[in-house]
């Protein structure tokens, strides 16, 4: 019998372990959406603006199309962040929030966008 109730305390003890994870997690992606994601805007709409051109207008269409791609996910939030270093690996690693990263790239990984970095060719 005393080894059924260890058991059970271990079960419920492992549960709230989980249960603290998750609402980490929960809360890095909240972070994401409301302190990342304007910093994401606001360096968008400056890229566009800066990258003008009689080929690439990027007028309010450009951008609202451009801010809507990168925000529809949390993933390409976090991944434009880690391309123009809004967000550093080095800043991730010490806020202990690295993991999460991992977790949500593996997660939503079906939203990633194309990576933009050209491979390297073979010689």
């Known amino acids: 019998m005393l080894v059924i109730q260890v058991f059970a305390v271990l079960i419920l003890v492992w549960f709230a372990w989980q249960l603290y994870r998750a609402k980490q997690f929960t809360k890095f992606k909240n972070d994401l959406t409301h302190q990342v994601q304007p910093q994401v805007v606001n360096s968008l709409i400056v890229e566009l603006e800066e990258n003008r051109s009689e080929m690439f207008p990027n007028n309010e269409a450009h951008q609202e199309a451009a801010i ?7 993933v390409r939030i976090l991944q434009f962040a880690l391309e123009k270093e809004l967000l550093t690996k080095e800043g991730l690693v010490r806020d202990k929030k690295w993991r999460h990263c991992q977790h949500l790239f593996h997660v939503e990984k079906q939203y990633l966008a194309p990576s933009r970095v050209e491979p390297i060719a073979k010689e």
């Not at 809507?68 to 949390?74: H, V």
């Open 68 to 74: 809507y791609y990168w925000t529809q996910y949390r």
